[in-house]
């Protein structure tokens, strides 16, 4: 059974700092594409970051040089280091996995978390 299972989230003034981690079960972790993603209200989805196998990792603009994304393979983890962290930061946080060796599709539920909630007010 795959499971992505975040946690970390919760309320932040701006300026803080929070670590969302996503631990993954029933996937040959290593081989992933991980990846956090982010939807605010009235929002579409949108990429905050991801991390290649090979620790290759890409982030979305409003994010750059704020956030930093790591994974552990041996804990079948993925890290999001938030600092400096804005109120346009709010959100829900979500993981993702891609397996770049698979041609078919891949936005099916087992490829997400649940999401956990970020908030950052003062």
């Known amino acids: 059974q795959v499971q992505l299972v975040e946690s970390g989230g919760g309320l932040v003034q701006p300026g803080g700092s929070l670590r969302l981690s996503c631990a993954a079960s029933g996937i040959i972790f290593s081989i992933h594409v991980m990846g956090w993603y982010r939807q605010a209200p009235g929002k579409q989805r949108e990429l905050v970051a991801t991390i290649t196998s090979g620790g290759s990792t890409n982030y979305g603009d409003s994010v750059k040089g704020r956030f930093t994304i790591s994974r552990d393979n041996a804990k079948k983890t993925v890290y999001l280091q938030m600092d400096s962290l804005k109120p346009e930061d709010t959100a829900v946080y979500y993981c993702?996995?891609?397996?770049?060796?698979?041609?078919?599709?891949?936005?099916?539920?087992?490829?997400w978390g649940q999401g956990t909630q970020v908030t950052v007010s003062s």
């Open positions: 993702n996995r891609r397996n770049p060796y698979y041609s078919g599709s891949q936005s099916g539920p087992n490829y």
